[in-house]
């Protein structure tokens, strides 16, 4: 018997599907999404920890003033369409439907900015490896095991691409704080990966013992 997701089924069209509305490439307004990232940093980021705090406002206050114009704002709109429906499943005064609408509309939006097929022909960054590692914890969280364990092994690639798992010399550089980040980064990369390889492992097994 597996365990029920926390979250509902996440269509497969949801994934697949290329398009989007035009009305769905607009962000909610400033007085919500507050609020969703309030709900975010106070329930998630502290159990689990991928995004730079500094990093991210800066970015936050820059794409709703027009001023985030660079190689990551993609990724940036798609980590934080991911926040975006992380937390809105944290909001228990809503009916189980209407989260499940809401959630999957920005997951959706989330995927259609970043298509995954973009990302093997893309430079690896940090940005890149943060969001990889959210969209993977949000899978967890959906009956989508497949998907959880390709998008943190895209993350861990992603992330040994860049180095973080090699051991730096010194911390005391002037990008100490970059330094931590990557160590940072490396961590959660590997207890991500283990938890998806178990939850993978658990789902095959449960597949042999059907047949």
């Not at 920005?106 to 959210?134: C, D, K, M």
């Amino acid at each position: 018997m597996t365990d029920a997701p926390l979250f509902g089924q996440l269509p497969r069209r949801q994934i697949n599907d290329s398009s989007i509305d035009h009305e769905d490439n607009v962000l909610p307004s400033r007085k919500h999404a507050d609020y969703l990232i309030d709900i975010y940093w106070r329930h998630i980021q502290p159990l689990e920890p991928f995004q730079d705090r500094e990093r991210f406002f800066h970015s936050y206050q820059a794409l709703f003033a027009g001023s985030l114009f660079n190689e990551n704002e993609r990724i940036f709109v798609s980590t934080l369409n991911t926040v975006f429906a992380t937390a809105t499943q944290l909001q228990g005064h809503l009916p189980r439907e209407k989260r499940e609408e809401a959630s999957n509309t920005y997951f959706n939006r989330a995927w259609t900015f970043l298509r995954p097929e973009s990302i093997i022909w893309e430079p690896g960054s940090l940005e890149l490896v943060q969001f990889l590692l959210l969209m993977g914890r949000y899978l967890q969280c959906t009956n989508n095991p497949h998907q959880t364990w390709m998008a943190v092994g895209s993350a861990v690639r992603i992330a040994q691409s860049l180095g973080l798992h090699v051991p730096e010399a010194s911390s005391s550089s002037p990008h100490a704080r970059d330094s931590r980040l990557r160590r940072h980064l490396w961590k959660c990369c590997v207890f991500m990966d283990r938890f998806a390889f178990n939850l993978s492992s658990r789902v095959g097994l449960l597949l042999i013992m059907t047949f």
